[in-house]
């Protein structure tokens, strides 16, 4: 069995690496609450380690989740991060989503070590991971990623090869900002329904049988009528992930003027408290100021 590495416990690392371990590999395990690493090491072959580079010293094919961009410079190119320890042949694979620029960046110090590097973000949030069914886009060499492509695979089901460094994650933040962007107009239209009299059972079966029909709002909107907001996937993360998008969108003299309205909105309901919140709970800023709730 290979020599395996994973970094970032959180809702979609823990249960990612699970997979690794229930594949039967020999998995070192590092994150930032040292209780998560030494827990999930007794399901399997898991090493708990104290810092990043003791997971490098251990592992051919090192994978990591975490929550932004500082967080994966740090746990890489940082103090006592993979970069000390890092095999010459190792393949990394950044499964977070995080920018174009600091993943090139981290990918460069890599190749001076001759090891590879790929940004690999994943998408399908927590029953993804938990069901091993994530898709993920991929950029960086070709001949690392099908070195490690059996590993992705216990992961996940879905693989696009989207071409050279950062490429990977330049589908990931088109991606989520289509995504927050439609949660945004089906925020705005269910309130408008609701506030007007139409039962939001009814609008959404409207929804579900016309040309506005979503796989991401058949999902979400159970949840939402429920008001059952915890989370899959975090109104923080995809605020962050819509900032990163619009810092694409600058650099490439690309407009996104709904974007940047849907980032704003994801913003207030942070400034509410709700950042820890599902994404899909930002419908209650709308619904704050239309003064309804559009539940069962």
Not at 23 to 44: D, F, I, P, R, Y
Request: hydrophobic share 45%.
């Amino acid at each position: 069995m290979a020599q395996l590495g994973f970094l970032g416990l959180g809702i979609m690392g823990y249960p990612m690496a699970r997979q690794l371990l229930k594949a039967g590999h020999e998995v070192a395990l590092w994150s930032n609450t040292s209780a998560k690493a030494q827990e999930l090491a007794k399901e399997g072959k898991g090493a708990a380690c104290a810092t990043p580079k003791q997971v490098a010293e251990r592992a051919d094919f090192i994978f990591y989740c975490v929550g932004d961009s500082a967080m994966a410079r740090k746990i890489t190119i940082g103090e006592g991060g993979l970069i000390e320890r890092v095999r010459a042949g190792s393949v990394i694979a950044d499964c977070s989503t995080i920018s174009p620029v600091v993943s090139k960046e981290i990918g460069m110090a890599f190749a001076a070590k001759k090891a590879y590097f790929l940004d690999a973000p994943c998408t399908g949030s927590k029953p993804g991971a938990e069901n091993a069914t994530l898709t993920f886009m991929v950029g960086g060499d070709t001949a690392a990623f099908e070195k490690s492509k059996p590993y992705l695979e216990i992961m996940g089901k879905v693989f696009y090869y989207c071409g050279a460094s950062g490429q990977g994650l330049q589908a990931k933040l088109t991606q989520n900002l289509i995504l927050a962007n439609i949660m945004q107009a089906f925020a705005e239209g269910m309130v408008l329904a609701t506030k007007g009299g139409i039962p939001p059972e009814l609008m959404l079966d409207i929804l579900n049988n016309s040309a506005a029909k979503s796989g991401l709002i058949s999902f979400k909107a159970p949840y939402i009528l429920a008001r059952d907001f915890r989370t899959n996937f975090a109104t923080k993360w995809m605020h962050k992930d819509l900032g990163l998008a619009l810092e694409a969108a600058k650099a490439l003299d690309v407009p996104c003027p709904a974007t940047a309205l849907t980032e704003q909105m994801l913003r207030a309901a942070i400034a509410k408290g709700w950042g820890e919140d599902d994404f899909c709970s930002a419908i209650r800023v709308l619904e704050d100021w239309a003064g309804v709730v559009v539940q069962k």
